[in-house]
């Protein structure tokens, strides 16, 4: 598995100066595991757990830093179900909720320990082979368990999407 992560961040107060920057695989222990199961035949789903430990390197704002910055060492951990319940054959509901934690082992960065739980519901429907659309809406809680000064927060998102094949592929 090759990673390769390339980024810019542009400042247009110019707070800072702007950045390109391009981050090979990350170091760490990665684990994925995850399995499909099905309800019905026509409501299936993913289990999941994504399990990382690993050292950054960041500055004061959390940026990675590899040359200047302090050691974060830390495990972040996200377990969650995704499920998808094709309604008819041009309509899908999905639903997929999440928790995350992150643990840091460095002292300097236990404010940045965090619980996270995210819940989406999402609808598409298909009109005709080459066009779908859907919306989606997205709920986060975030609470900071060992940082007295961090208030909890919590967060919605909604979004809308259109999707449109320019070519039909058949084989026969």
């Given at each position: 598995?090759?990673s390769?992560?390339?980024?810019?961040?542009?400042?247009?107060?110019?707070?800072?100066?702007?950045?390109?920057?391009?981050?090979?695989?990350?170091?760490?222990?990665?684990g994925?595991?995850?399995?499909?199961?099905?309800?019905?035949?026509?409501?299936?789903?993913?289990a999941?757990?994504?399990?990382?430990?690993?050292?950054?390197?960041?500055d004061?704002?959390?940026?990675?830093?590899?040359?200047?910055?302090?050691?974060y060492?830390?495990?972040?951990?996200?377990?969650?179900?995704?499920?998808?319940?094709?309604?008819?054959?041009?309509?899908?509901?999905?639903?997929?909720?999440?928790?995350q934690?992150?643990?840091?082992?460095?002292d300097?960065?236990k404010?940045?320990?965090?619980?996270?739980y995210?819940?989406?519901?999402?609808?598409?429907q298909?009109?005709?082979?080459?066009?779908?659309?859907?919306?989606n809406?997205?709920?986060?809680?975030?609470?900071?368990?060992?940082?007295?000064?961090?208030?909890?927060?919590?967060?919605q998102?909604?979004?809308?999407?259109?999707t449109?094949?320019?070519?039909?592929?058949?084989?026969?």
């Amino acid at each position: 598995d090759m990673s390769v992560a390339v980024t810019y961040s542009h400042y247009p107060m110019h707070t800072q100066d702007d950045a390109f920057n391009v981050n090979l695989a990350e170091e760490g222990i990665i684990g994925d595991l995850s399995t499909e199961f099905e309800l019905t035949p026509f409501v299936k789903g993913v289990a999941y757990d994504s399990a990382v430990y690993k050292t950054d390197y960041i500055d004061t704002r959390g940026i990675i830093d590899r040359y200047g910055g302090s050691q974060y060492e830390h495990f972040n951990n996200t377990v969650g179900v995704n499920l998808d319940w094709l309604m008819e054959e041009d309509k899908n509901m999905a639903l997929s909720v999440s928790r995350q934690d992150n643990i840091s082992f460095t002292d300097e960065f236990k404010d940045q320990e965090l619980v996270a739980y995210t819940e989406t519901v999402g609808y598409e429907q298909k009109f005709g082979a080459f066009i779908s659309a859907g919306v989606n809406a997205s709920y986060v809680q975030n609470t900071y368990p060992a940082a007295s000064n961090r208030p909890d927060s919590a967060s919605q998102g909604y979004s809308a999407h259109t999707t449109m094949k320019l070519t039909a592929w058949t084989v026969g």
